[in-house]
């Protein structure tokens, strides 16, 4: 009874207690179901609305600049890299702007900001920044664009003068901006300059970009460029803030074949040239014969008396006669066709020619010219009447055949070159209704003219020499990469097979070892390294005429003779110093560049070298320190005979029989002269300061003689001279 009088009381209780809960629910249920209402009404109800209100809380999109990537060398070191370079410019009709302040300001003004523009920049003197920026101020018509300074700066000079007088201001009231440019840097200057080539320095403002001018840079910009991002300035808690909706791409990165130091050696030696024999211009290439990888490409030209740069890159673009380099690809025609054999002799008789009216000559024709002499001394001699008599021989009734069979050894091949603007060679055919073939033509065409032919491409025919027949394709990059992982790669493509038979192609090596050991190239010869090529001299036309412009000398070959590393060619114009001469100039350009790489970049097994009959097998140490001494012979691993030894210092002396050093105690007494005859500068100076002595040095090497004698009492201050040897 009494269990039922406390649930009855308990029932009205619980029943508050659940109304309660149903009340927070409905309450939370009507609240939710307000949101939803809202969030619809928000979403598709007002959507135009809110589009707009969202649009009033930002400023229009600003496109975000990619990085260009950069270009390296073959061995990762940096050739051309994106700098930002700032126009500066003042907006004197700035709303903020207030001309009193500008005027008068003690902080801000006109005279406080010429004075830290003119220490700045030091293109005019304070009052004369003063007079300049009042001009631009007082204009009848005030300028929204008047150069601040007119150059243009780096980041960090735009950083410095934000914070000078009156610039440190906002936009509005300075009326202070900039134009950012992209400048393109090249830390090793006009190495390779015009292969890698040039951008434009103003910025595509539709899409953000830079462009390529020329070289790998055009040839490559949509990979360099990258792809622009986009921010936007939004309002958001009273202020405004910048805001990225689309991150920037940078471009990727380039690694080309060149290599810096091949790059230089070919440069230096070329402008040293250049500048002995005044010519107006030159063209160097080196090529590295199994992969046709282009190791090293310039091209100088005179800018004014004594200085040269680079301006066109004459080695692929320049479609110009070749000259004599060419008489090596119109004899391979001709073994091959099997019309003449290397012994076959032919009568040059004076140096003087004529045929169908045209008068044809060899270069020593002042000589009394070379008489009766064999196909391969034609080459040897660089004789035109040789090589064109023994062409018209065998082609004077077919000129087509011959044609052919310069298509069929690669001489009119398409390299597909990646630099824009690469020439082509041009060698026409008899049947040509564009261009008049001639009853000359075909013997001036065997000796070089006629013909339209870029260095690189009779690089590349004799780089098939050198590379056994197998002709290949000049490579300028070998990869493209992504912030350091490579993206696509490069690999040698071979261009023909082969340009010609395995007897022709050693008939043809030996001519182009004869030509540098008994021909024209003898001044190519080296002791060091041994040098096969085919040098080359042509007149160069201007208008159709000839003797007028001068001419262009040329030694195209490649080295070691025997296996074959690199191939190169020079190539000069118009030479004002000395007798045009291809062995000479041209050639000695090319001794130069191959006894330099021999230096530097061949490999060598020293142990299959012969000794240098004054090498030193066994060092002679220094005396001096005991414990530095110890540690060298340790590591060279040299016995040492030793009598007691008790102090720091020792002498040092080799015993002829037994090659060992045998080591002795050098007594140092104070206030006495130290003995430092057989020591080193350094050990030498050491003791003689620590006794209270100067030292004077003359010579290298170890001390021969010291001008006071040891033992002698000190005097303080006094100079010991030093002999070494």
Not at 37 to 64: C, G, I, M, Y
Not at 280 to 297: C, L, P, Q, R, Y
Not at 466 to 487: C, D, L, Q, S
Not at 565 to 573: D, F, P, Q
Request: aromatic content about 8%.
């Amino acid at each position: 009874m009494a269990e039922e009088i406390e649930q009855n009381e308990l029932t009205p209780k619980s029943n508050r207690v659940l109304l309660c809960y149903f009340l927070v629910v409905l309450l939370l249920g009507l609240v939710a179901i307000g949101i939803v209402l809202r969030a619809f009404d928000t979403a598709f109800v007002e959507k135009d609305k809110w589009e707009k209100v969202a649009e009033s809380q930002k400023r229009p999109n600003h496109l975000v600049l990619p990085g260009r990537g950069n270009i390296y060398s073959s061995d990762g070191k940096l050739m051309a890299t994106s700098v930002p370079r700032y126009y500066t410019y003042i907006d004197f009709q700035a709303q903020g702007l207030n001309r009193d302040s500008f005027l008068y300001s003690k902080q801000n003004g006109v005279d406080s900001l010429a004075f830290y523009l003119s220490r700045k920049f030091r293109n005019r003197t304070t009052a004369g920044y003063k007079a300049y920026l009042l001009r631009g101020l007082n204009m009848k018509k005030s300028n929204r664009q008047y150069p601040l300074y007119e150059g243009r700066i780096s980041y960090s000079d735009l950083k410095e003068i934000r914070k000078y007088p009156f610039l440190r201001l906002n936009r509005n009231k300075s009326g202070f901006y900039t134009r950012e440019m992209v400048q393109r840097q090249k830390p090793f200057g006009s190495l390779a300059s015009r292969t890698i080539g040039d951008i434009y320095g103003e910025i595509d403002l539709t899409t953000g970009l830079t462009k390529g001018k020329n070289g790998l840079e055009l040839q490559y910009d949509s990979l360099l460029r990258g792809e622009a991002g986009l921010s936007s300035v939004r309002r958001v808690g009273g202020g405004w803030t910048n805001v990225v909706e689309v991150e920037p791409v940078d471009g990727m990165d380039v690694r080309t074949t060149i290599d810096i130091n091949m790059q230089d050696i070919t440069e230096k030696s070329l402008v040293d040239m250049l500048k002995k024999i005044d010519a107006n211009s030159g063209t160097a290439v080196v090529m590295e014969v199994a992969t046709g990888e282009v190791k090293a490409i310039t091209n100088m030209a005179r800018i004014r008396e004594g200085v040269y740069a680079e301006t066109k890159n004459h080695a692929v673009a320049d479609e110009t006669e070749p000259g004599s380099t060419f008489k090596v690809a119109s004899i391979m025609v001709a073994l091959e066709d099997g019309l003449c054999q290397p012994g076959d002799t032919v009568d040059v008789g004076n140096g003087i020619y004529m045929y169908k009216g045209a008068r044809m000559t060899d270069h020593n024709n002042n000589k009394g010219g070379y008489g009766r002499i064999s196909v391969e001394q034609a080459i040897w001699y660089s004789s035109n009447i040789g090589v064109a008599k023994t062409i018209l021989k065998g082609y004077e009734k077919n000129p087509t055949k011959f044609v052919e069979g310069l298509y069929r050894i690669g001489m009119n091949a398409d390299l597909r070159l990646e630099i824009p603007g690469a020439g082509r060679a041009k060698i026409r055919m008899p049947n040509d209704t564009v261009h008049y073939w001639s009853k000359t033509a075909l013997p001036w065409m065997s000796f070089g003219y006629e013909t339209q032919i870029p260095p690189i491409y009779t690089l590349a025919f004799f780089n098939a020499i050198a590379n056994n027949g197998k002709m290949v394709r000049p490579m300028f990059t070998k990869e493209i990469m992504r912030n350091g992982k490579t993206v696509q790669s490069f690999s040698t493509e071979v261009i023909k097979p082969s340009i010609c038979s395995e007897k022709t192609l050693a008939i043809i090596k030996d001519m182009l070892l004869g030509v540098v050991e008994k021909g024209t190239g003898k001044a190519v010869h080296s002791d060091i390294i041994s040098i096969a090529g085919k040098t080359g001299t042509a007149q160069i036309a201007t208008g159709g005429v000839y003797r007028t412009s001068g001419h262009q000398v040329a030694f195209c070959g490649y080295f070691p003779a025997d296996e074959p590393k690199y191939s190169c060619i020079v190539v000069i114009r118009q030479p004002r110093i000395g007798y045009p001469s291809g062995g000479t100039m041209s050639g000695g350009v090319v001794k130069a560049i191959a006894e330099k790489i021999y230096a530097s970049h061949m490999i060598f097994d020293i142990r299959k070298m012969e000794p240098d009959s004054l090498a030193v097998k066994f060092p002679q140490p220094k005396s001096g320190d005991w414990e530095a001494l110890e540690n060298v012979l340790d590591k060279l691993d040299i016995n040492v005979v030793t009598d007691s030894i008790s102090t720091k210092w020792v002498s040092a002396k080799r015993e002829e029989e037994s090659d060992e050093i045998k080591l002795k105690d050098i007594t140092i007494r104070e206030g006495l002269v130290p003995n430092v005859v057989g020591m080193g500068a350094k050990d030498a100076v050491f003791l003689l300061e620590s006794a209270g002595l100067r030292a004077s040095l003359n010579g290298m090497g170890r001390v021969s003689s010291q001008s006071v004698s040891a033992g002698t009492r000190v005097s303080k201050g006094q100079t010991v001279a030093l002999t070494l040897k």
